[in-house]
T-cell receptor, first 113, second 114 residues
Framework: GNSVTQMEGPVTLSEEAFLTINCTYT??????LFWYVQYPGEGLQLLLK?????DKGSNKGFEATYRKETTSFHLEKGSVQVSDSAVYFC????????????FGQGTELSVKP | KAGVTQTPRYLIKTRGQQVTLSCSPISGHRSVSWYQQTPGQGLQFLFE???????NKGNFPGRFSGRQFSNSRSEMNVSTLELGDSALYLCASSLGTAEDYGYTFGSGTRLTVV
């Protein structure tokens, strides 16, 4: 079936450290892929997206590359800040279920000064 | 421009009661989707409305229903509340399909069933 697997959290990093949050998915075809971020007490915000193989989505220093061969969409940032502390969700768009985003379980990131 | 507005922000209800949650999408957005977020199950899709028609539905019992009005505002209703319905309910709007535009989410309604 269709599913999304994210790296388990919480992930704790020091400021300016390198961040990777792994995401792999199973789906029919080549879905558009998204990363969303949820700050405490708020709804989800779109962080970045990629719509086809080898596309790289980027925003606010975060990047993710659509890897068709490994069905992955790992999120990276070269130097995290305390303000990046949040929960991050990977989400493919699934056509074959009427069209909807399916979210991973979320990865909590905590950045210490 | 105003974001997605959900009301109320917090709600406490008793088992067996019913509840209605409201969502006003971003102006011009015709698609509204609803998700339930819980610590155990994460984010689960409830349904999507587009131009007053339900376009897609998740795997929730019939106690969960929704509708969309001509101004794109949407409501969801949960009847005969159960303790397990306690969750954050998130509404999201989109200009077209989420595939092309992604969603813009509201801050959610926190429902507690006691």
């Amino acid at each position: 079936g269709n599913s999304v697997t994210q790296m388990e959290g919480p992930v704790t990093l020091s400021e300016e450290a390198f961040l990777t949050i792994n995401c792999t998915y199973t789906a029919t075809g080549y879905p558009s892929l998204f990363w969303y971020v949820q700050y405490p007490g708020e709804g989800l915000q779109l962080l970045l997206k990629a719509t086809k193989a080898d596309d790289k989505g980027s925003n606010k220093g975060f990047e993710a590359t659509y890897r068709k061969e490994t069905t992955s969409f790992h999120l990276e940032k070269g130097s995290v800040q305390v303000s990046d502390s949040a929960v991050y969700f990977c989400a493919p768009y699934l056509y074959n279920q009427g069209g909807k985003l399916i979210f991973g379980q979320g990865t909590e990131l905590s950045v210490k000064p | 421009k105003a974001g997605v507005t959900q009301t109320p922000r917090y709600l406490i209800k008793t088992r067996g009661q019913q509840v209605t949650l409201s969502c006003s999408p971003i102006s011009g957005h015709r698609s509204v989707s609803w998700y339930q977020q819980t610590p155990g199950q994460g984010l689960q899709f409830l349904f999507e409305y587009f131009s007053e028609t339900q376009r897609n539905k998740g795997n929730f019992p019939g106690r969960f229903s929704g509708r969309q009005f001509s101004n794109s505002r949407s409501e969801m209703n949960v009847s005969t509340l159960e303790l397990g319905d306690s969750a954050l309910y998130l509404c999201a709007s989109s200009l077209g399909t989420a595939e092309d535009y992604g969603y813009t989410f509201g801050s959610g309604t926190r429902l507690t069933v006691v």
